[in-house]
């Protein structure tokens, strides 16, 4: 069981605007602002998307945004586009003594 | 640029021990701005965070990992390491070394994100 919990799997048509979820505690996601956002295309390494809850690294698309509302963080993706379907996984600091953890995973399908 | 990359035997037996290197070129393994960790994942599974390592050696493992986990640094080498013992086929998995970055807040260190990642390395858990 994972310690961050997301749908699994979320499905929108091209141009269509989609929300993934990830809801924690508040030892982590309610706690802090380090909830980050990995997209994952199958036999590739995960890559950052967001990282302190909605800010996007260099290069990545501001059709993602993210956002965080009390124990709950969200990955919004906009304007949907085919090479957008992929694993997402959240992703925040824990004050527990693991420093890490992860959310189980969201399988986004364009349809 | 940063580059990790993970290097280690594909094949472990089981009941013996996991020992996988990432080398860390492009940066020093010894900034005071990261820390350095283990990821895997369990074919068609998600993610599941290992463990981390400062360079000065202090660690964080996972709960459920601690008692068969050990990783360490070599800062000589730009490299550090993860030992899992008594592997079981439940191990099985690709292995991603990472580098978090580090902060400071409310009176102790934290972190932001993983940032880079290796490319990742199969290791297979079969007699």
Partial sequence: QSALTQPASVSGSPGQSITISCTGTSSDVGGYNYVSWYQQHPGKAPKLMIYEVSNRPSGVS?????????????LTIS?????????YYCSSYTSSSTLWVFGGGTKLTVL | QLQLQES?????????????????????ISSSSYYWGWIRQPPGKGLEWIGSIYYSGSTYYNPSLKSRVTISVDTSKNQFSLKLSSVTAADTAVYYCARVPRCYVWGSYCAISVDY???????????
């Fill in chain 1, 62 to 74: 501001n059709r993602f945004s993210g956002s965080k509302s009390g124990n709950t963080a969200s």
């Fill in chain 1, 79 to 87: 304007g949907l586009q085919a090479e957008d379907e992929a694993d």
């Fill in chain 2, 8 to 28: 280690g035997p594909g094949l472990v037996k089981p009941s013996e021990t996991l020992s996988l290197t990432c080398t860390v070129s492009g940066g020093s």
């Fill in chain 2, 117 to 127: 990642w290796g490319q990742g390395t199969l290791v297979t858990v079969s007699s």
